[in-house]
């Protein structure tokens, strides 16, 4: 039986709902934290001539910002951002997708470019340091160019994983390179680069080198005997040692428990990854989206929002002056009415961050009162749903308003998202976050005899002992999401 393949079109009719490209906008403004608002505030003021940004008057500098009266932004609410297209048919739909520096009037000082000026250089990558620092050496020139095949072998952390013989088979054959002399070369590097234990093998490598760096300082005035107990730990005794196995040691090597204690201190002055001293990672710097505070008299906690840059935009007078002036010519007129209609579009969409976000952060703190008054052990299960159903609006939106953005409060900045998790019931009935046990199982184990740590039976009947009961292996899974040891490995000998 033959098979027959056609063509053929047809129509259809049909209806379907889509998001307009300024609803999808809005929805992405909404998501945005305050640092990367600012930044989108910051390229809009430079590509949209219509658009300004009013100085708050002196009085009001310290109050915060009042956004009871803005616009709600619940799914439906979107709806009336369309309007601003329907009314402008030429009114662009990207034109929010160009990304430029912000200007400055003629004799202003740029901020940014002072900051740049007076920033730090930037460091080097690890193997362009290591690369400078090998070239000034004074060794022999075939040493320097297997040298520099070895550093370029180098893993972030300053380790040398791959095998001399596998080196030397991936290197370029012209530099005539043999095992013999990656091997002196291997040696020149981990004696003469700073810091020492770059090019280490292994662990205990690393930390021999580092010990063998402090034996041949001449500044150096650690005891000669403890120099040599900690040598005599990491050549032979370092398993048993990263797995607390002190009596152990204790036996084999003839050491005191005292002394073993002692060369452990000294060996936490060692360095397991040397090399990432060269390379300095800056810290991340949260801002706080909205701001928490109690407010004694009352005896409630309030929030506003830490937005005053997107609360002071406006349309600029004179273009919207402009755009109705009939003198100018039609593509102007044009040109002004669609940049008013981006700068207006800009500012409903704030608006409705705003009131969005501040309705969802009202409702967490009236939710976790107690988290607020006695800590992370008293935050209750709030799910997404609860908080959507109960301001009205669907549950996409309460995540868009909660993602990546952080609460300033007495208790520290934390991320909004903390606030939502699931939960379970205590024995006395009340409801109690899956975070708030993990806080509890952190408590119990910051303060249990260190001689005699809980095992996590123990930890599972501590927590029974305050009205939570779990098994054996969610504290297992708990403690190591919270990075806590086993008991052997936390006991204190």
Known sequence: MAMRFEQSQGMKLGQSMKLSPRVIQSMEILQLPIAELEERIEQELENNIALELAEPERDDLDEPVNREEAPDADSDSFEHLDDLSHDNPDFAENAFDTYRQPAKSDGERDAKADAMASAPARSGTLHEQLLEQWRLTDVEPDIIEAGVVLIGFLADDGYLRTPLDEVLAKAPANLGLTLDRLKEALQAIQLVLEPPGVAARDIPECLLLQLGAMEADPTDTTDDALLARVRTLITDHLDDLSQNRLPRVATESGLSMDEIREALDFMRRLNLAPAR???QSRPEIITPDAIVEYDEESDSYYAYLNDRRAANLRVNEEYARLSTDKSLEKKDREFIKTNISNASWLIDALA?????????????VDAQRDYFDY???????LPMTQVA??????????SR??????LQTPRGIVPLRSFFSGGLSTESGQDMSYDAVKAALREIVDNEDPANPLSDDALADALKDRGIEIARRTVAKYRGQLDIPSARLRKKH
């Open 277 to 279: 001293q060269l390379v």
């Open 352 to 364: 409705q961050r705003s009131s969005t976000l501040l309705r969802v952060i009202r409702v967490v």
């Open 401 to 406: 308003a909660v993602a990546d953005k952080h």
């Open 389 to 398: 159903d109960q301001l009205g609006v669907h549950v996409a939106t309460v």
């Open 375 to 381: 800590g992370p052990t008293s935050l209750k299960p």
